[in-house]
Structure formats: C-alpha cells, structure tokens
C-alpha cells in the first residue's frame, strides 16, 4: 500500500526558512512524479512545485527564486526548501505523487501546516 508522509511544517517569522520533507513508500519511487501543493483557507488548492521522475522542475510564479524542490531516490523522499517566506504562503502543505505514465495512480499525503508570521 503507497504512503505518502509530510512532515516540516510549523510556525516561522516572515523572510525566514522551513524545508518540508515529504516521505514515500509502497511505490517505486523513480516511477513518479512528485509535486508540492498548498491550500489556504478559503482559497484552492494550488500547485506550488513539481519535480518529474528525470528531475525536472517547474515552480509557481509565486514562489519563484524562493522555493526549492529536490528528490533523493535512496531515500524516496521529496524536499521543499522555503526561503524568505511571506505571510501569503501560509496554508497547509500537500505531497503528490503520480506515475509517470499511469495517472491515474496517484496518491496524496495528509498535508503539514505551514504558518508565516507577518
């Protein structure tokens, strides 16, 4: 059975740092698209980042210059480097993967809250 586990968020000042971490099993992990989302009150779901199984890396405009994500395959885990971090980046923090050629199979983690004090 996949898992998907975040874990790193918390409460920082405004222009500080936080790196989520977001754990896999079950899965073969270098099958697997990994992207970062975020959900803040009131608002959707949105993409934040999205790395493909080759490592290639696309970021919301929003978070550009500021957010970074990595994969480590020896540990199928997935990082989300925040810096300078703004108040509007509060919300809760959300891992997916999906396979690269099997969409449909995709799994979600239960999301890490991230709060930014302004």
């Known amino acids: 059975q996949a898992q998907v586990v975040e874990s790193g968020g918390g409460l920082v000042q405004a222009g500080g740092s936080l790196s989520l971490s977001c754990a896999t099993s079950?899965?073969?992990?270098?099958?697997?698209?990994i992207g970062w989302y975020r959900q803040a009150p009131g608002r959707e779901r949105e993409m934040v980042a999205t790395i493909t199984k080759s490592g290639t890396t696309t970021y919301a405009d929003s978070v550009k210059g500021r957010f970074t994500i990595s994969r480590d395959s020896g540990k199928s885990t997935v990082f989300l480097h925040m810096n300078t971090l703004k108040s509007e980046d509060t919300a809760v923090y959300y891992c997916n993967v999906v396979h690269h050629a099997i969409r449909s199979s995709t799994y979600w983690g239960l999301g890490t809250q991230v709060t930014v004090a302004s």
């Open positions: 079950g899965i073969i992990f270098s099958n697997y698209d």
